[in-house]
T-cell receptor, first 112, second 114 residues
Framework: AQSVTQLGSHVSVSEGALVLLRCNYSSSVPPYLFWYVQYPNQGLQLLLKYTSAATLVKGINGFEAEFKKSETSFHLTKPSAHMSDAAEYFCAVSEGNNDMRFGAGTRLTVKP | EAQVTQNPRYLITVTGKKLTVTCSQNMNHEYMSWYRQDPGLGLRQIYYSMNVEVTDKGDVPEGYKVSRKEKRNFPLILESPSPNQTSLYFC?????????????FGNGTRLTVT
């Protein structure tokens, strides 16, 4: 069965600094990969998804992620952090129509 | 406005007292799902439904029931809640499956069982 591992439960960056949130996956078939964001007291929202087209995927709010098959990774990046990026981020993987597995989440703090 | 609505947002109950958390979506989505979110564990799927009258177990179905009598509603039922079911619960829906289009989440129900 597929799974994801998010490295680092908490990440803290300064405003304007690079954001890097790490995600490694395990899958027996070519995976579909997702990043979701959860703002306080809200449900999750899709940031971006990889579905076997371009390996570099651009999402909303300036985020992007690169699929690296050789490293089984799908890390999320943003060149310059903004205070509004403070949230919890979840990586997820799916092998089929009805099954999506989420990582444990990474809480991003942005310092002024 | 397109949305997934869960009720209640907060619920405190006692062990063994049956409860229902409602979930309704107004987007005509076929697929609906329930997750629980626990610190350090992320979201784990409880049950999902591909369409009306079709439900299947997720990763952690024990102690929960669901039904899908209408397309828009997908209630989560705890027949005899226990303290280990204290958690944050999310309902989500999408058009047909999680690959074709993003999941739309409700705002969550925080359940405490004492």
């Amino acid at each position: 069965a597929q799974s994801v591992t998010q490295l680092g439960s908490h990440v803290s960056v300064s405003e304007g600094a690079l954001v890097l949130l790490r995600c490694n996956y395990s899958s027996s078939v070519p995976p579909y990969l997702f990043w979701y964001v959860q703002y306080p007291n809200q449900g999750l929202q899709l940031l971006l998804k990889y579905t076997s087209a371009a390996t570099l995927v651009k999402g909303i709010n300036g985020f992007e992620a690169e699929f690296k098959k050789s490293e089984t990774s799908f890390h999320l990046t943003k060149p310059s952090a903004h205070m509004s990026d403070a949230a919890e981020y979840f990586c997820a993987v799916s092998e089929g129509n009805n099954d999506m597995r989420f990582g444990a989440g990474t809480r991003l703090t942005v310092k002024p | 406005e397109a949305q997934v609505t869960q009720n209640p947002r907060y619920l405190i109950t006692v062990t063994g007292k049956k409860l229902t958390v409602t979930c309704s979506q107004n987007m005509n989505h076929e697929y609906m799902s329930w997750y629980r979110q626990d610190p350090g564990l992320g979201l784990r799927q409880i049950y999902y439904s591909m369409n009306v009258e079709v439900t299947d177990k997720g990763d952690v179905p024990e102690g929960y029931k669901v039904s899908r009598k209408e397309k828009r509603n997908f209630p989560l039922i705890l027949e005899s809640p226990s303290p280990n079911q204290t958690s944050l619960y999310f309902c989500a829906s999408t058009v047909r499956n999680v690959l074709a289009s993003p999941l739309h989440f409700g705002n969550g129900t925080r359940l405490t069982v004492t």
